[in-house]
């Protein structure tokens, strides 16, 4: 699976838009970017995932770059609750069923 | 419904002791992941279940570490001989196991200390 950097930490005001930057430069055609957040104390949450083109649920948005080099998760109106750290993922689906996650951008929501 | 539920939530131990984790999955969820999570880390891979069979388990760090799923559902973590160096939050998630796209859903964790 393709390596993913993120920044180590970021603060947003809440009410305001939050978004997370990944850098996934090396990702092969056939690999999904994955995000999952882990609030303290729990286990990771399934948060979104695409393979090129934009995404949105309920949670979050997901902008891919064209080259799809690099993503941004968009939290569009942070909450309190959405102070968490937040790990950014890219994999293959294909025989290769496990996540591999990094060290992640730990997201402090300011009130 | 019930979400992934793992026992007990925190587990303390003498190194040289043996030692158990539990899981159960989502029902109907045929596979079933270990991750472990050392402090200030990401959570890393141990062992990947579809049904009863280990699907792969790279991950798993040395022969100390085993686990089992016999009946396609409750998985057990086992570590033998536990050494400090053990000491992490041991994660188990489930998926539906039909897809590789499938979401997998996360346990709270057991968190593993050994003195």
């Known amino acids: 699976d393709a390596k993913t950097t993120q920044p180590p930490s970021m603060d947003c005001a809440e009410g305001r838009a939050a978004n997370l930057p990944c850098n996934h430069s090396t990702i092969s055609g056939n690999e999904y970017v994955y995000w999952y957040r882990q609030i303290h104390s729990q286990g990771p949450q399934y948060i979104i995932h695409?393979?090129?083109n934009n995404e949105t649920n309920e949670m979050a948005s997901l902008i891919i770059t064209e080259d799809r080099k690099s993503s941004t998760l968009i939290l569009p109106h942070a909450t309190l609750r959405d102070t968490a750290v937040y790990y950014c993922?890219?994999?293959?689906?294909?025989?290769?069923?496990?996540?591999?996650f990094g060290t992640g951008t730990r997201l402090t929501i300011i009130p | 419904g019930a979400g992934v539920s793992q026992t007990p939530s925190n587990k303390v131990t003498e190194k040289g002791k043996y030692v158990e984790l539990r899981c159960d999955p989502i029902s109907g969820h045929t596979a079933l992941y270990w991750y472990r999570q050392s402090l200030g880390q990401g959570p890393e891979f141990l062992i990947y279940f579809q049904g009863t069979g280990a699907a792969d388990d790279s991950g798993l760090p040395n022969d100390r570490f085993f686990a089992v799923r016999p009946e396609g559902s409750v998985s057990t973590l086992k570590i033998q001989r536990t050494e400090r160096g053990d000491s992490a939050v041991y994660l188990c998630?489930?998926?539906?196991?039909?897809?590789?796209?499938?979401?997998?859903?996360f346990g709270p964790g057991t968190r593993l200390t050994v003195l």
């Open positions: 998630a489930s998926s539906l196991g039909t897809d590789y796209t499938d979401t997998q859903y």
């Open positions: 993922i890219v994999r293959v689906n294909f025989g290769n069923e496990k996540l591999t």
């Open positions: 695409g393979l090129k």
